[in-house]
């Protein structure tokens, strides 16, 4: 565990010293580097070199008064992946998983694979919803957590909640014809309850090339917390397997 700059910010960064394949981890909104590294990370680290950085208002990076933005976040991965001087596999949760979409489409020299878990492309892809409402229990133990771990106190808890909803509710904006540039290798993986329709699920899977689509049945958009062992291993599959695969009866990837 380390502090970098990148973008001009200091970034708490972790970059495990090891001799293989490289993924980067990307977390999801409201959370940090942690949900991932103490769910899918020791599955995954037997066989990979696993790193990852806290985005800026998240987890122990400070916040700047700059709006949370995708493309902002892009540019932290991008500088991330470019720290790493590697090729690296993305692996994205929620949020993390559209900043991974995002950095294929700019920058797939910098990338072999990407898993994009629980994301949506465009912010109407999101089922109706009451927005996280910033008063009252859950708001407090969530305040409680974020302050356990963040430079800003538990004083700037709100504006990262804030600043989180109204992301949400206007971004990402990406089309159809945006994902069917994507030159890399993608698995999106989803719950069978995410707050993201289904439908916009599929069209994800089907709009990028050579696509592939793992729903984990009994899971919610929490899946990676819920079925680590099981979420590790789809994703290790995906990352060591021939790619497009060669199945005995294909269909949609039929010559």
């Not at 910033?134 to 600043?163: C, M, Q």
Request: with cysteine; aromatic share 8%; charged share 20%.
């Amino acid at each position: 565990m380390a502090i970098l700059t990148l973008q001009g910010h200091p970034t708490w960064v972790q970059i495990a010293k090891k001799s293989a394949p490289t993924i980067v981890f990307l977390h999801g909104g409201m959370s940090s580097s942690a949900s991932m590294l103490r769910s899918i990370g020791p599955g995954l680290s037997k066989h990979y070199r696993i790193c990852a950085f806290d985005r800026r208002g998240h987890g122990r990076t400070a916040d700047t008064p700059e709006p949370f933005s995708y493309n902002t976040m892009a540019d932290e991965t991008i500088a991330f992946l470019e720290y790493l001087a590697r090729p690296a596999h993305l692996v994205g949760h929620s949020d993390g998983g559209v900043v991974a979409l995002l950095v294929a489409l700019r920058r797939p020299d910098l990338l072999r694979r990407v898993v994009a878990i629980g994301a949506n492309y465009h912010f109407s892809g999101l089922r109706a919803y009451e927005d996280f409402a910033l008063e009252g229990p859950d708001f407090n133990r969530w305040a409680e957590s974020f302050a356990a771990i963040s430079p800003d106190g538990i004083e700037h808890a709100r504006a990262v909640a804030e600043k989180t909803v109204r992301l949400m509710r206007t971004q990402p904006t990406l089309t159809p014809a945006d994902l069917a540039t994507i030159s890399v290798p993608v698995l999106v993986m989803a719950s069978d309850d995410e707050p993201i329709e289904l439908d916009h699920t599929c069209s994800l899977y089907e709009s990028i090339p050579d696509a592939g689509l793992a729903i984990m049945a009994g899971t919610s958009h929490a899946m990676l917390k819920e079925r680590p062992k099981a979420s590790a291993s789809i994703i290790h599959h995906f990352l060591r397997s021939p790619w497009p695969p060669v199945t005995q009866d294909p269909i949609r990837r039929a010559p």
